[in-house]
């Protein structure tokens, strides 16, 4: 487990404000990649790292585990799941169906202010050449379309299943390189079109086939996935 070096947390501070501010840490890691699937979170460990007692670190976990990041084993501890291509495959399908519907919920809830920032966010993607840095502000690019989803059901499922399959597909990115950039950008512009014009059937239309696409790719490769 990679984390940056130990902050003592203040001791005045409230569990539950050390819970989160560990579970963020945590969760920047994980989704970073400085945290591999199958890793376990060491409560021990974890806590010494931070200054904290083990109270709000098994905390953290539990909030890790809401969010798809972590799994309990009984009489082991937390760790970072693992998936197989097929599981991954039935997430992908998952997606496919389930972020057009965030999407179409969100859209009438988003603000022009909003739409501009997925436009910068583009600019900046099709300007970079970091896979990591993509990565980032690819997620960014979707999670801010999805913002003005008004059922925190949907958009907790939604965010669940992007943090499950984050590993396998910086892992299938970085395999690739820069040669689905013209793709994802060719894509992320239609998407970014018909968010604009609030045409609800070309975005469910777009992001599906956004998601497929990915997954086909994805799925290419069974050396990626856990056996």
């Not at 998952?94 to 179409?104: D, F, G, N, V, Y």
Request: net charge negative; hydrophobic share 40%; aromatic share 6%.
């Amino acid at each position: 487990m990679t984390l940056d070096s130990t902050v003592d947390a203040p001791a005045a501070l409230p569990e539950g404000v050390t819970s989160l501010r560990i579970a963020t840490a945590l969760k920047d890691a994980i989704l970073a990649g400085d945290i591999a699937p199958g890793e376990w979170l060491r409560q021990d460990e974890i806590a010494s790292r931070f200054g904290a007692s083990r109270l709000p670190v098994r905390e953290a976990l539990r909030i890790l585990e809401s969010e798809g990041l972590a799994e309990s084993s009984p009489n082991k501890g937390a760790r970072v799941p693992t998936l197989s291509l097929r599981e991954v495959h039935t997430y992908y399908r998952m997606r496919e169906r389930l972020e057009p519907l965030t999407l179409i919920e969100s859209l009438p809830h988003l603000t022009d202010a909003q739409i501009d920032h997925m436009e910068s966010l583009q600019e900046e993607i099709e300007l970079n050449t970091d896979v990591s840095h993509f990565l980032v502000l690819d997620r960014e690019f979707h999670m801010t379309s999805y913002a003005g989803c008004p059922s925190d059901m949907l958009l907790s499922t939604t965010v669940r299943l992007w943090n499950s399959t984050q590993h396998y597909r910086r892992a299938f990115m970085l395999l690739a390189g820069n040669d689905r950039a013209a793709i994802v950008n060719d894509e992320h512009r239609l998407l970014l079109d018909a968010v604009r014009r609030r045409d609800p059937e070309d975005c469910e239309r777009f992001l599906e086939g956004h998601i497929r696409r990915t997954r086909v790719a994805l799925t290419s490769h069974p050396e990626l996935f856990a056996s």
